[in-house]
């Protein structure tokens, strides 16, 4: 299973440990990924999604996922967001 958002498409970020002896060795940051089901307004149904704690907590300040996905533009998506974008609308309209 990818370690990706599927809102943000935040992934693995690559650093270096640093000891005390100044020897450096390469490492992963892995994103924070947590498993939840967001509720969709306009789909009538909870979405299962992996997504950052950071992204969740962005969704919460725009009041929801529906809000969050309309306001967001899609450079900032990752491409199951967009799709799921999509549906959104097409639900609404």
């Given at each position: 299973?990818?370690k990706?958002?599927?809102?943000?498409?935040?992934?693995?970020?690559?650093?270096?440990?640093?000891?005390?002896?100044?020897?450096?060795?390469?490492?992963?940051?892995?994103?924070?990924?947590?498993?939840?089901?967001?509720?969709?307004?306009?789909?009538?149904?909870?979405?299962?999604?992996?997504?950052?704690?950071?992204?969740?907590?962005?969704?919460?300040k725009?009041?929801?996922?529906?809000?969050?996905?309309?306001?967001?533009?899609?450079?900032?998506?990752?491409?199951?967001?967009?799709?799921?974008?999509?549906?959104?609308?097409?639900?609404?309209?």
């Amino acid at each position: 299973m990818p370690k990706r958002c599927q809102l943000t498409g935040t992934g693995p970020r690559a650093g270096r440990n640093v000891a005390h002896s100044n020897t450096k060795t390469c490492r992963r940051f892995d994103p924070n990924l947590q498993r939840v089901h967001l509720h969709s307004e306009a789909l009538r149904r909870n979405v299962p999604l992996r997504v950052t704690t950071r992204a969740l907590r962005t969704v919460q300040k725009h009041g929801g996922l529906d809000p969050f996905l309309l306001k967001t533009d899609d450079r900032k998506l990752a491409p199951d967001a967009i799709r799921l974008k999509r549906s959104v609308r097409k639900a609404l309209s």
